[in-house]
């Protein structure tokens, strides 16, 4: 990503550090269209994404309709979360990801340029992360938005799910990838899914969670955020 060493070991601070600068870079674009004042949560979908967080499970698959807000949250998500402490997140616009090379190969050229490890050279960084640091209660957050976006999109979901199985074995380990569900009932035609790994929402025969459009209940309080910062008067 063009950065200059920054860090010269690999610790749970300069992995959090360095996970920061690859995020900002590769979501500026979904920052700069952010509007935290006028974003209104989807309660469903954050508690489905905390019950996710809380479980064994590796992987969480969102899906909606274009402009429902999927990526609203994800970037809802990195903001809330990035000054905690117990949470590095790495997120990916799904665009613009290489399909035809594995996850851990995309985040390790990503970190080397941010972190020295000597002695290492063929560890991944997320392999070596739990042997240099205590991972009790620390959580590393892939998030990759827009799968259904890249040139090649069943490709992508091949490699990221083979990622999933590969690093599933860590429990601190949890990746949410977004996708339209029409792309993603054809994505996956031909990708065996690691089901044991995907989180299943409560009641759910499908290893998703959908976010739906905003309902009329919710319009007062969209309104009144609106009416905070324009002109409305209607």
Excluded at 99 to 109: A, F, P, T, V, Y
Excluded at 119 to 140: E, H
Excluded at 192 to 203: A, E, I, M, R, V
């Amino acid at each position: 990503i063009g950065q200059l060493i920054e860090f010269e070991t690999l610790n749970w601070d300069s992995f959090r550090e360095a996970t920061k600068i690859i995020t900002t870079q590769k979501t500026s674009l979904l920052q700069d269209k952010f509007k935290p004042d006028l974003y209104l949560q989807r309660e469903i979908v954050l508690v489905g994404f905390e019950k996710f967080i809380a479980s064994n499970k590796t992987a969480l698959v969102l899906i909606g309709n274009s402009g429902v807000g999927k990526s609203s949250f994800l970037t809802s998500i990195i903001n809330e979360l990035s000054n905690n402490e117990n949470y590095s997140i790495l997120a990916y616009d799904g665009a613009n990801l290489d399909s035809s090379h594995h996850i851990e190969h995309i985040i390790d050229s990503d970190l080397k340029g941010i972190i020295r490890r000597r002695g290492q050279s063929g560890v991944s960084y997320l392999d070596d992360l739990p042997l240099r640091s205590s991972m009790d209660g620390k959580k590393v957050l892939i998030l990759i938005d827009a799968v259904n976006e890249n040139g090649i999109p069943r490709d992508l979901l091949f490699n990221i799910n083979r990622f999933i199985i590969d690093y599933s074995r860590y429990i601190w380990l949890k990746v949410l990838i977004t996708s339209r569900p029409q792309a993603w009932r054809m994505m996956k035609r031909g990708v065996k899914l690691s089901d044991p790994s995907y989180f299943y929402p409560q009641n759910e025969l499908d290893p998703w969670l959908e976010l739906l459009p905003f309902t009329w209940s919710e319009v007062p309080e969209v309104y009144e955020k609106y009416s905070r910062t324009y002109p409305i008067d209607t």
